[in-house]
């Protein structure tokens, strides 16, 4: 049922970081997965690894489909319906959408990585990389990426 | 309350990766630990970190108690609960179990990692490593795999 | 929308490894922030990422607020509506608290890392790192943290 395919090895020589500012309009998930793959077109990664970290409590790192936008509604729906705004949360002092948020950014979490080949993401065919924000109103979001892998010669 | 044991280090030198595929026979956990535990074992992997990365938008990647099958029979049940097929989803052209898989796989992820010491990961006792397949027919799956450390001469 | 600000390099050399035992007093979240910080520290990490991952099931690896107390109890509030212990569960063999723990690990997930700049963690203004217990009973539970990256020489 499994089946290994052939591996591939290669030196593991720099880290390369960089931090990705992002401006959400709101409750919703804005895509990154260009500019994921601009950093690792600026850097030259051929072989490694990107680790995406989210400096955040109310927004969170999610790969998920980029093909139908519905998917993305149904998926906010579905973390309303996880997190509702009524269910007598203790900490409400920063407005009715804040203790949801939180929870919703626990259970999608903030750290992610994807692998990279010859310089690309190794994304499925349907997958897209965003940032998830769980509150009403625009926030500026911070991504932090790193490549750890090897680079062409700069 | 917290004790700091010996520290190790190692050399970084080495990324490793290959390409697992899983034959799911629809909804439900297929473990994985012991073809994660033959890419190691294959590259010569010593000490450093082994990256999994699923490349699908209605399954996940999960580490989870091996012992008992029950246990990942509730799993499920469990997510039924989280994203019931009845809910009311805007998504539905890839049929009923399609929106509650997107919404399973962004809860659990599909984005993890092992530490890997003397060549072994370093899974607590009761852990196992499983893809979730969250459609009801059979798929196959892609899970990249990737160590990043030291490896023994070959 | 989105600016990618000044990309760091530095060359991965070493990894290093460590056990960290932490005993929770029963259900609710135990913040390690510092011992991370102090793991860092003692290894002279300068620019790099640290993995956490974590040796259980019935357990969980949370980043989140560590202002507000009430945060923390409305995230087990959170989990306890997700996973309550009345839902009928068939593994029940350890007890009523051992499957709602086992989904609420499954859900929040046992491995993370955080980006490490100039030795110091990359963590927002409001983050903390967490072992969340999910069982009733005082458990001791292991975390495995590792550095990959750059150090100071010793």
């Known amino acids: 049922m499994i ?3 052939a591996i591939r090895t290669a030196r593991v020589e720099n880290i390369a970081s960089a931090g990705l500012s992002v401006e959400t309009p709101g409750e919703g998930f804005v895509e990154i997965t260009s500019e994921v793959a601009r950093f690792l077109h600026d850097i030259k990664a051929r072989e490694g690894v990107v680790l995406l970290y989210l400096r955040h409590t109310s927004a969170s790192l999610v790969i998920q489909e980029n093909a139908d936008a519905d998917v993305r509604a149904d998926l906010a729906t579905a973390l309303a319906r996880l997190a509702p705004e009524d269910a007598g949360w203790v900490h409400e002092v920063e407005g009715p959408d804040d203790m949801p948020a939180h929870v ?3 259970i999608n ?4 990585h994807l692998p990279v080949a010859s310089g690309r993401m190794v994304l499925g065919t349907w997958q897209g990389i965003y940032v998830a924000e769980h509150r009403r109103a ?3 979001r911070e991504v932090m990426l790193q490549f750890l892998g090897s680079c062409e010669e700069r």
């Open 104 to 106: 919703k950014s626990m």
């Open 109 to 112: 979490g903030v750290s992610l």
């Open 138 to 140: 625009p926030h500026r």
């Open 3 to 5: 089946d290994l395919s």
